[in-house]
Nanobody, 120 residues
């Protein structure tokens, strides 16, 4: 089970840190990621991190977002700086063992319920 937290309303230019706590019952996975979705649009990959802690970012997130994880705490993070109105979305945490492409949904078997981020 994955449980996200940290979403809230902020002004443009502000920062947020999202957290995703993985329960002990979730099998170990190689790749974890953050996705986001706005109503009426497809869910899109924002950032991912593999078992070597190598990150991947969508172009609009590079330089503003940082993905990291603390394995001792079973927690994934997404530090978001210089937030823009277009970052407004429901953010989801995902985990998968065999993920062909880090920022695509295929291969991610475990998903959280989401946490809302609003920038306005």
């Amino acid at each position: 089970q994955l449980v996200e937290s940290g979403g809230e309303s902020v002004q443009p230019g502000g920062s947020l840190r999202l957290s995703c706590k993985r329960s002990g019952g979730t099998p170990s996975t190689r790749c974890m990621a953050w996705f986001r979705q706005v109503p009426g649009k497809e869910r899109e990959g924002v950032a991912a991190i593999d078992s070597n802690d190598s990150p991947s970012y969508r172009p609009s997130a590079k330089g503003r977002f940082t993905i990291s994880r603390d394995n001792a705490k079973n927690t994934l993070y997404l530090q978001m700086d210089n937030l823009k109105p277009e970052d407004t979305a429901m953010y989801y945490c995902a985990a998968g063992r065999f993920v062909p492409s880090a920022l695509r949904e295929r291969g991610y078997n475990y998903w959280g319920q989401g946490t809302q981020v609003t920038v306005s």
